[in-house]
Nanobody
Framework: QVQLAESGGGSVQAGGSLRLSCKAS?????MGWFREGQRVRREWVAT???????YYTDSVKGRFTISRDSAKNTLYLEMNSLKPEDSSMYYC???????????????????WGQGTQVTVST
C-alpha cells in the first residue's frame, strides 16, 4: 500500500509556471501524473520509469518536466508556459502494474493521490 499526497496546485495566468509535488509514503518505482477536467476524462500527462527515464504526452513535451527525489520519496511536475487547456485536477499515481509503454492507461495504476487543482486563466 502506498499513500500519495499532492500539493502545489493553484491559479496562474497563461504563460506562467507551477510546480506540483507528490509525497509518497514509501519508495515507488514507476510514478506518474494524470489530469482530469470537467469535460476530459482522466488523461495521462507524464511518467518516470523505475530507471528515472521520463515520458510525456505530446501536448506537454517541452513545457513540463517530471522528476523525483528518491531520498524524499517525492515526485515533482514542473509546469512552464501553462495554457488554459492545462487547467485540470492533477493526480499522482504509483503502483504501476502494466507493461512498459502502457503507463498512459489509468487502469494500470493501483494507487492515487487526492489531486491538486490547477487553473490557468487567459
Amino acid at each position: 500500500q502506498v499513500q500519495l499526497a499532492e500539493s502545489g496546485g493553484g491559479s496562474v495566468q497563461a504563460g506562467g509556471s507551477l510546480r506540483l509535488s507528490c509525497k509518497a509514503s514509501t519508495s515507488a518505482g514507476y510514478m506518474g501524473w494524470f489530469r482530469e477536467g470537467q469535460r476530459v476524462r482522466r488523461e495521462w500527462v507524464a511518467t518516470v520509469h523505475k530507471d528515472d527515464t521520463p515520458y510525456y504526452t505530446d501536448s506537454v513535451k517541452g513545457r513540463f518536466t517530471i522528476s523525483r527525489d528518491s531520498a524524499k520519496n517525492t515526485l515533482y511536475l514542473e509546469m512552464n508556459s501553462l495554457k488554459p487547456e492545462d487547467s485540470s485536477m492533477y493526480y499522482c499515481a504509483a503502483g504501476f502494474v502494466g507493461f512498459d509503454g502502457t503507463w498512459d492507461l489509468s487502469g494500470n495504476w493501483r494507487y492515487w493521490g487526492q489531486g491538486t487543482q490547477v487553473t490557468v486563466s487567459t
